[in-house]
């Protein structure tokens, strides 16, 4: 029969091991954390921006940090020279914006014109080229009719004085188009209608000529109107040259002043250490799970857990109590009246102590 102060020793035994042992694994998994932690900063503190202030000739720069050196701000300061040159330059660039401001009164006849061009165009493109060399060709002859009379009437009195008046010759027939011939008449007059032929042909040359020449002239006049407004434009964009050479040169200024806050940024990138912050991070990492195994070792728990799980101690315990299970069984015996006879009905002692 299994000793049971033997079980509950053994048990106890192992229980307080397990307990020492878990205990020495919290505290070493706390000291490593902390650990680990301390190695965070540690490399944070490395890797840190690290700005610094830069003076040249042209300005310098500042940076703020708070109580945990961290960058809280950061600025430039022109140095008196350029801070002068830019004001200067400032001026210049207000001056240069009004007289943007100007520009569009002063290029305003130039878009006035240009719609009176477009309707002078379109009146001229109204006709085509043939409508327009009639009509000149009807104006041409209508400057001409009167001298043509007068050379016509000069002509007759001059036949009707030498008694030729009614001579007539030269008739031809009809064309092999169906058209009329040419009629008889004097030498003097046949001469004078083939140089009206010729002039009326000569008319219908220019006439030609001149109802392209329209049409071309109308086609300028637009062009022209657009050139118009094209120039009133580039006028206005152009009056803003002076305003933007100022501002680009108060800008190169302010550049300038910039170059110290854009070296300490630089030198501040260059020297923080992205790589030595690494490498505190890892061996800090390192020792502190190195550490961790050494803080959790627990000799008396282990020594304790150890000795639950060994045969021999248990057969120990067991052997040590063993005299007491003895007369604690011969007691029961002696109650139940198995060992003087008492038993059934008779008297039994009273009560034994146990002894556990």
């Given at each position: 029969m299994p000793n049971p102060v033997t079980g509950l020793i053994v048990g106890g035994t192992q229980l307080v091991g397990g307990m020492m042992a878990a205990d020495s694994a919290s505290e070493a998994a706390g000291i490593s954390a902390a650990a680990q932690e301390r190695a965070g900063q540690l490399a944070a503190e490395e890797a840190r921006f690290r700005p610094v202030g830069i003076t040249t000739r042209f300005g310098r720069s500042t940076f703020e940090t708070g109580p945990d050196g961290r960058v809280t701000g950061a600025g430039y300061e022109l140095s008196p020279e350029l801070r002068a040159y830019q004001d200067r330059l400032m001026g210049l660039t207000g001056m240069g914006l009004t007289q943007a401001e100007a520009a569009p009164g002063m290029y305003q006849p130039l878009m006035a014109a240009a719609p009176g061009l477009f309707g002078l165009a379109q009146g001229y493109l109204a006709e085509t080229p043939q409508q327009a060399?009639?009509?000149?060709?009807?104006?041409?002859?209508?400057?001409?009719?009167?001298?043509?009379?007068?050379?016509?009437?000069?002509?007759?009195?001059?036949?009707?004085?030498?008694?030729?008046?009614?001579?007539?010759?030269?008739?031809?027939?009809?064309?092999?188009?169906g058209a009329a011939g040419l009629g008889a008449a004097?030498?003097?007059?046949?001469?004078?209608?083939?140089?009206?032929?010729?002039?009326?042909?000569?008319?219908?040359?220019?006439?030609?000529?001149?109802?392209?020449?329209?049409?071309?002239?109308?086609?300028?006049?637009?062009?022209?109107?657009?050139?118009?407004?094209?120039?009133?434009?580039?006028?206005?964009?152009?009056?803003?040259?002076?305003?933007?050479?100022?501002?680009?040169?108060?800008?190169?200024?302010?550049a300038l002043g910039q170059q110290p806050l854009s070296l300490g940024i630089d030198i501040g990138a260059q020297g923080k250490s992205a790589a030595g912050a690494q490498a505190l991070l890892t061996s800090g990492m390192s020792a502190a799970q190195t550490m961790q195994a050494v803080n959790a070792y627990n000799p008396f728990a282990t020594f304790l857990t150890g000795l639950s799980g060994n045969p021999m101690f248990a057969q120990g315990v067991s052997s040590a109590f063993q005299p007491y299970m003895g007369a604690q069984q011969a007691m029961r015996q002696y109650g139940a009246g198995n060992v003087y006879g008492y038993g059934g009905g008779g008297m039994a002692p009273g009560p034994v102590t146990s002894f556990y």
């Open positions: 060399a009639q009509q000149y060709m009807a104006r041409q002859q209508e400057l001409l009719a009167p001298g043509r009379e007068r050379q016509l009437s000069q002509l007759q009195n001059r036949l009707f004085q030498t008694g030729r008046e009614g001579l007539a010759i030269g008739a031809t027939g009809a064309r092999p188009s004097s030498p003097e007059m046949e001469a004078y209608y083939n140089a009206l032929a010729q002039q009326d042909a000569e008319l219908a040359t220019r006439a030609q000529q001149a109802g392209m020449e329209q049409t071309r002239f109308g086609a300028g006049l637009f062009g022209t109107g657009a050139d118009l407004l094209r120039g009133a434009y580039q006028g206005q964009i152009a009056a803003l040259a002076p305003y933007e050479a100022y501002l680009g040169q108060a800008k190169g200024l302010e």
